[in-house]
Antibody, heavy 115, light 108 residues
Framework: EVQLVESGGGLVQPGGSLRLSCAAS????????MFWVRQAPGKGLEWVSR????????SYADSVRGRFSISRDNAKNTLLLQMNTLRVEDTAVYYC????????WGQGTLVSVSS | DIQMTQSPSTLSASVGDRVTITCRAS??????VAWYQQKPGKGPKLLIY???SLNSGVPFRFSGSGSGTDFTLTISNLQPDDFATYYC??????????FGQGTKVDLK
């Protein structure tokens, strides 16, 4: 069974950093495009970042480019999102998503940025 | 970026109704469209992928259609469990993912 389990969220002050992890099981991460999508409280869904299956190409939304970095640990079959210089507007539930014919989503992890 | 314009933003309906939600893409995306259901406090649940393929375990009253730029999600015989917010998504890997603004289906 395909499973994606996010972790690493929490409360952080503006300007701080967090690293999100997404542990994948039931498939091999490096065979798929992988994505991070977020949802601010009461708002819609926003694509954040993606990593091509070959691991060579990463893309970012304008709102996070230069502050966030996507990567993966093949040995642990885990997707990562390093988030630096966090802003209040980064507060959201962050979802890890597997690409493919039918996108498969994790349950999400909440990131709260507040002083 | 491809824009996904979803309508309506809110839809009031009764149990047993047939409900239609539409999404229009700003350019052709073949059939790379998914539809999700989301309930408060929960993550999105995939209903339809590749515009018209029903995800495993999803009731047959949900259906999707369209290609190119115009896409539709239909719920026939609306059930109490279907009152939720629905999102469309384009997931063509030639473009960055984008989502519709969401449609809240509530009780009339």
């Amino acid at each position: 069974e395909v499973q994606l389990v996010e972790s690493g969220g929490g409360l952080v002050q503006p300007g701080g950093s967090l690293r999100l992890s997404c542990a994948a099981s039931g498939f091999t991460l490096k065979n798929y495009w992988m994505f991070w999508v977020r949802q601010a409280p009461g708002k819609g869904l926003e694509w954040v970042s993606r990593l091509k299956s070959d691991g060579t190409t990463a893309s970012y939304a304008d709102s996070v480019r230069g502050r966030f970095s996507i990567s993966r640990d093949n040995a642990k079959n885990t997707l990562l999102l390093q988030m630096n210089t966090l802003r209040v507007e980064d507060t959201a539930v962050y979802y890890c998503v597997r690409g493919g014919l039918g996108p498969h989503w994790g349950q999400g992890t909440l990131v709260s940025v507040s002083s | 970026d491809i824009q996904m314009t979803q309508s309506p933003s809110t839809l009031s309906a009764s149990v047993g109704d047939r409900v239609t939600i539409t999404c229009r893409a700003s350019q052709s995306i073949s059939d790379w469209v998914a539809w999700y259901q989301q309930k408060p406090g929960k993550g999105p649940k995939l209903l339809i992928y590749q515009a018209s393929s029903l995800n495993s375990g999803v009731p047959f009253r949900f259906s999707g259609s369209g290609s190119g730029t115009d896409f539709t999600l239909t719920i026939s015989n609306l059930q109490p469990d279907d009152f939720a917010t629905y999102y469309c998504q384009q997931y063509d890997t030639d473009f960055t993912w984008t989502f519709g603004q969401g449609t809240k289906v509530d009780l009339k």
